[in-house]
């Protein structure tokens, strides 16, 4: 079975603070995914990568970052917290190629008080 | 840039009625197409997928989605719910030219007893 782990399910954080989400993947997939999902909005999409060290803005990266210095691992950083990034955040990882799906995580609510 | 609209927020539906949910997407090149469900609690999982050939795709548990290029939709259907299909429902696209992943508005549904 294809596991993407998210280091945390539940974090509480405070305006200003540095936070960092981390998603680990067992499938050797080279694309991994950062969405925020906000009722109505559906998920949007923040950064993704498709090979270690190489990344893309998404839709939404203002205030956020991200490092992907092995495979495996993929992680978002908020530099400096603020209240409306409290969300749901949810990693993903895919294979390359035409038709693959994408695999997800179980989610972290970040609350930023 | 790739978009995806989903026409309805929320449904509400009694045991045994069918379901469709509608999904249009912009964009100008070949695509690949999801449908993913989020029951409460869980993670997003895949539902269906259309990526070439029949354009009317079979799921997991008992949905089917049609892909119609002319009308750049792919609508969800299951003929007779129940209530275990009490979730949000995810259309999502994935362009040829790229590895972008992109989500609609999501749809939640809920299926009285």
């Known amino acids: 079975d294809v596991k993407v782990t998210q280091s945390s399910r539940y974090l509480v954080k405070r305006t200003g603070e540095k936070v960092f989400l981390e998603c680990v993947q067992d499938?050797?997939?080279?694309?991994m995914f950062w969405y925020r999902q906000d009722p109505g909005l559906g998920l949007r999409l923040i950064y993704f990568?498709?090979?270690?060290?190489?990344?893309e803005k998404g839709d939404i990266p203002e205030g956020y970052s991200v490092s992907r210095e092995k495979k495996e691992r993929f992680s978002l950083i908020l530099e400096s917290a603020s209240t409306n990034q409290t969300s749901m955040y949810l990693c993903?990882?895919?294979?390359?190629?035409?038709?693959?799906?994408?695999?997800f995580g179980q989610g972290t609510r970040l609350t930023v008080v | 840039a790739q978009s995806v609209s989903q026409h309805n927020h929320h449904v509400i539906l009694s045991e045994a009625a069918s379901l469709e949910l509608g999904c249009n997407y912009s964009?100008?090149?070949?695509?690949?197409l999801f449908w993913y469900v989020q029951y409460p609690g869980q993670h997003l999982q895949l539902l269906l997928k259309y990526f070439s050939g029949d354009p009317l795709v079979k799921g997991i548990k008992g949905f089917e989605a049609e892909f119609i290029k002319s009308k750049f939709s792919f609508n969800l259907r299951k003929p007779s719910v129940q209530w275990s299909d009490t979730a949000e429902y995810f259309c999502?696209?994935?362009?040829?030219?790229?590895?972008?992943?992109?989500f609609g508005g999501g749809t939640r549904v809920l299926v009285k007893p």
């Open positions: 964009y100008g090149g070949t695509v690949n």
């Open positions: 990568s498709y090979d270690v060290k190489m990344k």
């Open positions: 999502a696209v994935i362009g040829a030219a790229g590895n972008k992943l992109t």
């Open positions: 499938m050797d997939h080279e694309n």
């Open positions: 993903a990882s895919s294979r390359t190629g035409w038709g693959t799906e994408a695999f």
